[in-house]
């Protein structure tokens, strides 16, 4: 009966820690995947979670657009340029504006929001276009 017990609590274990998602980024401390600078500035940080669980981290968004192309089929995250939002956008769905005013540490300048309201107010005083994960630069 011991041995039932112990292959079900093994077999449980392994399931809950194979569970793919987002993974918090020590700033100060994590390097990025792409460019290996220490990632410091949550408004542009960014990652990647490839189908085997492992977690890639990027400290701008064109550091992750670089890096997809590596590493098809994986799980997008950018951070909420706002600060508003307390996890992660999916980057599929995330809307990006792109303008030399947002200093990003790898001069991709583009910020990320979790939708077309939130970034209303930024990309009508700059007079600029909604991009989308698709359609950036």
């Known amino acids: 009966m011991k041995i039932y017990i112990t292959a079900l609590v093994l077999v449980l274990f392994t399931a809950v820690s194979c569970k793919r998602g987002y993974e918090p980024i020590a700033y100060g401390k994590d390097a990025c995947a792409h460019c290996?600078?220490?990632i410091m500035d949550k408004r542009f940080s960014a990652e990647i979670?490839?189908?085997k669980g492992r977690v890639f981290k990027f400290d701008d968004v064109v550091c992750l657009r670089a890096f997809t192309q590596e590493i098809?089929?994986?799980m997008l995250f950018v951070n909420d340029?706002?600060?508003k939002?307390?996890?992660?956008?999916n980057a599929a769905t995330a809307v990006f504006l792109h303008h030399e005013n947002f200093k990003s540490p790898m001069?991709?300048?583009l910020p990320a929001f979790a939708g077309a309201e939130a970034a209303a107010a930024?990309?009508?005083s700059l007079g600029l276009e909604l991009l989308t994960w698709e359609t950036l630069p």
């Not at 939002?85 to 956008?89: D, F, N, R, V």
């Open 122 to 124: 930024l990309k009508d």
């Open 49 to 51: 979670v490839n189908q």
């Open 81 to 83: 340029y706002t600060g």
């Open 85 to 89: 939002q307390t996890e992660p956008l």
């Open 72 to 74: 098809p089929g994986s």
């Open 107 to 109: 001069a991709g300048n």
């Open 36 to 38: 290996k600078m220490t």
